[in-house]
């Protein structure tokens, strides 16, 4: 019998992995929170469903027979909001967490939740690994943070749960380095000195389905292996077109949620996994 896999957020990210998957010969669920998607998801999985984690009364059922469960939700609305980000990180976890735990199957079932690299926050660029220390100092990376506790929590006797901590997304319909290089001679109002982490689309494909064959349990990086300052990143771009630089500040603006680090991915790299993309700059096509 095929393994049942679910996507819950059928996304950028969540849609490509359902396509890769069910090509693989999974049997696929997936949800979207707008029901105006509905179509376009009945076309990329076999168990189409409308789910938004966090509304009363919603219906887990879905989740009861699946072998692999990927959790790729984020605001979507065109109108973010910072109650929208705590609706999906804070009470659409906690109640996606509270049914997986209350399934009424208890079959084995391997949990990838995709988090963001961001929450290292600032390290002053340094090298930083899954055991140092996040920045819980910003307000929405504590929420982060939290929503990955609640992850790490479903880990039991029959539940595996992991968390895959991405850079940046850039990939097909996401050119980054377009978008970088359309700043050319325009002054951005960000520090151009920070250290970002980045990572292809494919690549995280390839590292959920890595995860689910490998019944990953705990927190892993998802990065390439690019660590340049935002402002050395434009430079190469730029430069390879023959263009202006971006103009970058030096400075943070008051408030801004920091990123500077170079967060390495060789705890995935040990256990056997490697992007295949190794940067934006290098964009190699992926096999
Ligand atoms: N974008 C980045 O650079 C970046 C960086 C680091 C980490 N990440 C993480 O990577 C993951 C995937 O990102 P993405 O770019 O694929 O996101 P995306 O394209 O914005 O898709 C998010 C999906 O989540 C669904 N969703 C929103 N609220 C939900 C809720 N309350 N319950 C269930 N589903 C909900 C959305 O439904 P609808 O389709 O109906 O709107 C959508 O399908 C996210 O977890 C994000 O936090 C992204």
């Not at 469903?49 to 009364?57: P, T």
């Not at 906690?94 to 963001?116: A, E, F, I």
């Not at 600032?122 to 100092?137: I, K, S």
């Amino acid at each position: 019998m095929a393994s049942r896999f679910g996507v819950v957020g059928c996304g950028y990210v969540g849609s490509a992995v359902a396509t890769h998957l069910r090509s693989a010969g999974f049997e696929l669920t997936g949800t979207v929170t707008n029901p105006a998607r509905l179509g376009e998801l009945c076309d990329l999985v076999d168990h189409p469903r409308i789910y938004k984690a966090g509304d009363q009364g919603s219906d887990h059922a879905f989740i009861d027979d699946l072998d692999g469960l990927l959790i790729a939700m984020a605001p979507t609305s065109s109108s973010f909001e910072e109650d929208q980000y705590q609706s999906v990180f804070g009470a659409g976890i906690s109640d996606l967490v509270n049914g997986v735990q209350s399934r009424r199957s208890r079959k084995p079932l391997h949990v990838t939740y995709l988090s963001s690299a961001g929450v290292y926050g600032d390290q002053a660029g340094a090298l930083c690994h899954e055991q140092t220390p996040p920045d819980e100092t910003s307000s929405t990376n504590a929420l982060l943070l939290e929503a990955e506790r609640r992850i790490l929590s479903l880990n039991t006797d029959d539940i595996q749960a992991c968390v895959l901590r991405l850079g940046g997304i850039y990939g097909p319909g996401k050119d980054i380095a377009s978008f970088i290089r359309s700043a050319s001679g325009n002054l951005v109002p960000k520090n151009g000195s920070h250290i970002n982490a980045w990572i292809h689309r494919d690549d995280i494909v390839r590292g959920v389905d890595f995860a689910f064959n490998k019944r990953l349990q705990g927190i892993f990086n998802l990065v390439d292996e690019l660590q340049l300052s935002r402002r050395e990143l434009s430079n190469a771009l730029c430069d390879e077109e023959g263009l202006a630089p971006v103009i970058w500040e030096n400075h943070d603006r008051p408030g801004a949620r920091v990123f500077n680090a170079r967060v390495s991915n060789s705890r995935l790299k040990e256990v056997g996994f490697t992007p295949r993309v190794s940067s934006m700059l290098e964009s190699l096509p992926v096999a």
